[in-house]
């Protein structure tokens, strides 16, 4: 059974950072494509970033520069550094990931077989 937790969340000021962790277990996660959603109030669940097994990157254009994935298989961990957070930034953070080994289109949810509970990260302005 994998099981995904986050941390890392919290109330920070606009222009700060925050680095949110996503600590991966019962499964291969050397092997797993993993992405990070967020759900703001009201809206749907939105794609963030994802890194393939083989460390290739992937985000939503409109973070591109402020949001940085990184994995470390070692720790089997992932991470997402967020840089000049803003107001609109605020939402639940969702750490996913796919089956070891599985093609998969890692900016939809429907991609992803398993979910973290999620971490709230709130941005005063």
């Known amino acids: 059974q994998v099981q995904l937790v986050e941390s890392g969340g919290g109330l920070v000021q606009a222009g700060s950072s925050l680095i949110l962790s996503c600590a991966a277990s019962g499964g291969t996660f050397s092997a797993s494509s993993m992405g990070w959603f967020r759900q703001a109030p009201g809206k749907e669940r939105e794609f963030v970033a994802a890194?393939?097994?083989?460390?290739?990157?992937y985000y939503t254009d409109s973070l591109k520069g402020r949001f940085t994935i990184s994995r470390d298989n070692a720790k089997n961990t992932l991470y997402l550094q967020m840089n000049s957070l803003k107001a609109e930034d605020t939402a639940v953070y969702y750490c996913a990931g796919v089956r070891p080994y599985r093609l998969a289109p890692l900016t939809n949810t429907q991609g992803y077989d398993y979910w973290g509970q999620g971490t709230q990260v709130t941005v005063s302005s």
């Open positions: 890194i393939t097994w083989s460390h290739n990157t």
